[in-house]
């Protein structure tokens, strides 16, 4: 099943950790990407993959589900 990113969501849980413009912006360019990126990020999160150990190689590699 395919989900896609709820950005308005992203934005003000981003908003409330950062007030970066240089990060906020990039999130503005995530919105903008192809739907294969949205696709593929939707996919990992699906999966319970952390994009932190996938991307970084910090962290645990499966996210713990909710609930």
């Given at each position: 099943?395919?989900?896609?990113?709820?950005?308005?969501?992203?934005?003000?849980?981003?908003?409330?950790?950062?007030?970066?413009?240089?990060?906020?912006?990039?999130?503005?360019?995530?919105?903008?990407?192809?739907?294969s990126a949205?696709?593929?990020?939707?996919?990992?999160?699906?999966?319970?993959?952390?994009?932190?150990?996938?991307?970084?190689?910090?962290?645990?590699?499966?996210?713990?589900?909710?609930?």
């Amino acid at each position: 099943m395919t989900h896609y990113i709820d950005y308005d969501a992203a934005r003000e849980r981003l908003l409330a950790i950062t007030t970066d413009p240089a990060i906020i912006d990039r999130l503005k360019g995530l919105r903008q990407a192809d739907k294969s990126a949205q696709v593929c990020l939707g996919a990992f999160r699906d999966a319970s993959i952390s994009l932190d150990h996938l991307l970084h190689g910090i962290g645990k590699p499966q996210l713990q589900k909710k609930g």
